[in-house]
């Protein structure tokens, strides 16, 4: 099983730019898809990002389609969440999750393995 780290998370004001970065233990983690949910105060925790287990297939949320993009390299372990053109509503704890298949899904509940998350805060 691969644990999580993520990082890159702070405060940034609006229109800037963040690079979450997530840390995966483990030889199997060319075996995960990967993914990032978020969670901001008093709202259920959300679907963000996702790539399968080669890189070749993503999604995205609604609300950060053409300003997020999710890449991973295999090789280094890693999983990366470039965000751009940042909004206040973009502020919350981001979760990097895994779940041992090739294909990626949406709903929470497909993934086993979480991150302990990091902060993003936008201003305004």
């Known amino acids: 099983q691969v644990q999580l780290v993520e990082s890159g998370g702070g405060l940034v004001q609006a229109g800037g730019s963040l690079r979450l970065s997530c840390a995966a233990s483990?030889?199997?983690?060319?075996?995960?898809?990967m993914g990032w949910f978020r969670q901001a105060p008093g709202k259920e925790r959300e679907f963000v990002a996702a790539?399968?287990?080669?890189?070749?297939?993503?999604d995205f949320a609604d609300s950060v389609k053409g300003r997020f993009t999710i890449s991973r390299n295999n090789a280094k372990n890693m999983v990366y969440l470039q965000m751009n053109t940042l909004k206040p509503e973009d502020t919350a704890v981001y979760y990097c999750?895994?779940?041992?298949?090739?294909?990626?899904?949406?709903?929470?509940?497909?993934?086993?393995?979480w991150g302990q998350g990091t902060q993003v805060t936008v201003s305004s």
């Open positions: 790539s399968s287990r080669g890189g070749s297939s993503t």
């Open positions: 483990g030889r199997t983690f060319s075996t995960y898809a």
């Open positions: 999750v895994a779940r041992r298949a090739e294909a990626f899904v949406t709903p929470r509940i497909g993934y086993d393995r």
